[in-house]
């Protein structure tokens, strides 16, 4: 019977789980929907953050991850049973990532498509990091 009733459960949860794959426009970022940025600390120095968004790396430099210790960093920051956006780059990154953690954990995700650069090319605000005192 438990192998019955597991089973039922991963088949059923992607129907619980959730990826939209958006650009950035002003109603998400006005909207109280958590942005985390998934870049690397580096990344975030070159570019700056979209106003707002929580950094939380999640693939280092040689693009690896440690995903206990990135799931235990975002459940401190964002309030994973509610909708969030992950942001990157340029989308890539949080393709792969918003459907892993939607799939496998069911989260409501906005994929940020374009990531920063689209953002900045639309002149979202930004601000530097690490964040001036």
Not at 13 to 38: G, M
Not at 50 to 65: N, Q
């Amino acid at each position: 019977m438990k192998p019955l009733i597991l089973t039922i459960i991963l088949l059923l949860t992607p129907l619980f789980a959730d990826v939209q794959h958006l650009f950035l426009n002003n109603k998400i970022l006005h909207s109280n929907i958590p942005i985390v940025d998934i870049r690397t600390p580096g990344e975030w120095s070159d570019t700056g953050l979209l106003k707002g968004s929580i950094p939380i790396m999640f693939f280092d430099e040689k693009g690896g991850y440690n995903l206990e210790q990135f799931l235990k960093t975002l459940q401190q920051k964002v309030d994973t049973k509610k909708t969030f956006a992950l942001i990157c780059n340029s989308g890539s990154r949080t393709r792969m990532v918003a459907d892993y953690l939607s799939t496998n954990y069911g989260y409501h995700i906005i994929d940020l498509r374009g990531g920063i650069r689209y953002a900045i090319g639309k002149s979202f605000p930004i601000e530097p990091y690490p964040p001036k005192p």
